[in-house]
């Protein structure tokens, strides 16, 4: 099955390097770019992509609201397409942010091309692109300057098993799912179901929401080590 992706940047240099990157690929086809977050929208909305290369920072519309607008969409719109944020270190704020608005992960704009083209396939599988190094410095530098953990997500932990509780620890700190096993000494399809379970009953999206609501909740804090 062929990933269908738009390329959402205002420099047309970096979307032309993309794009030829990624046509490349047998199984990625580039069906649209845009040069804002606004002409984004619309052009997912028109082409149904499944995954949207979005800037961070562009004019009219930033990249950060125009995620929030295709993951929560008007009524009538059903299409929601899975969004990689593309950033720099300087605005981690937007990373964490976009994380929280459902976006599946981010990219670094410096990133090697091996890197874009494997993180496209692993956001359209449905999974989240959540590299250690550096999703967990920017996720704990932002819980770390923030208020205390809210009630709310610590009181929904009390739903979870004690196995359930400590495998989202585990996600948590940045551990892949054949870490967990290891750690824990199951079945990587074990923990693939633990997961499944931790994510229904939290009412979360994906890898990168489980994440954010660890550290919302105090299950883990900045600079824990797995």
Same mark, same amino acid.
């Given at each position: !099955?062929?990933?269908?992706?738009?390329?959402?940047?205002?420099? @047309?240099?970096?979307?032309?390097?993309?794009?030829?990157?990624?046509?490349?690929?047998?199984?990625?086809?580039?069906?649209?770019?845009?040069?804002?977050?606004? &002409?984004?929208?619309?052009?997912?909305?028109?082409?149904?992509?499944?995954?949207?290369?979005?800037?961070?920072?562009?004019?009219?519309?930033?990249?950060?609201?125009?995620? *929030?607008?295709?993951?929560?969409?008007?009524?009538?719109?059903?299409?929601?397409?899975?969004?990689? !944020?593309?950033?720099?270190?300087?605005?981690?704020?937007?990373?964490?942010?976009?994380?929280?608005?459902?976006?599946?992960?981010?990219?670094?704009?410096?990133?090697?091309? @091996?890197?874009?083209?494997?993180?496209?396939?692993?956001?359209?599988?449905?999974?989240?692109?959540?590299?250690?190094?550096?999703?967990? *410095?920017?996720?704990?530098?932002?819980?770390?300057?923030?208020? @205390?953990?809210?009630?709310?997500?610590?009181?929904?932990?009390?739903?979870?098993?004690?196995?359930?509780?400590?495998?989202?620890?585990?996600?948590?700190?940045?551990?892949?799912? &054949?870490?967990?096993?290891?750690?824990?000494?199951? @079945?990587?399809?074990?923990?693939?179901?633990?997961?499944?379970?931790?994510?229904?009953?939290?009412?979360?999206?994906?890898?990168?929401?489980?994440?954010?609501?660890?550290?919302?909740?105090?299950?883990?804090?900045?600079?824990?080590?797995?």
């Amino acid at each position: !099955m062929t990933i269908r992706v738009i390329i959402v940047d205002d420099q @047309a240099m970096v979307r032309a390097g993309f794009a030829a990157l990624l046509s490349a690929q047998a199984d990625i086809d580039v069906v649209g770019e845009a040069a804002d977050g606004r &002409q984004g929208i619309q052009v997912s909305r028109t082409v149904h992509p499944d995954v949207v290369l979005m800037d961070v920072r562009m004019p009219e519309l930033d990249g950060l609201s125009a995620a *929030r607008e295709l993951l929560d969409p008007p009524p009538g719109v059903t299409h929601r397409p899975k969004v990689l !944020m593309l950033t720099t270190f300087d605005i981690d704020d937007y990373v964490y942010e976009a994380l929280r608005a459902g976006a599946s992960g981010f990219l670094l704009k410096d990133a090697p091309p @091996a890197d874009l083209i494997a993180a496209v396939r692993v956001v359209a599988s449905g999974e989240a692109l959540l590299a250690p190094s550096v999703t967990r *410095r920017l996720i704990a530098d932002f819980v770390r300057q923030r208020p @205390a953990p809210r009630r709310d997500p610590a009181l929904r932990l009390n739903g979870l098993t004690p196995r359930e509780t400590e495998v989202l620890e585990l996600i948590a700190r940045g551990l892949s799912n &054949q870490e967990i096993a290891a750690h824990l000494v199951l @079945a990587e399809q074990t923990v693939k179901t633990h997961i499944g379970r931790v994510l229904g009953k939290l009412d979360l999206r994906d890898r990168a929401q489980a994440v954010i609501f660890a550290y919302e909740a105090g299950l883990v804090r900045p600079g824990d080590a797995a």
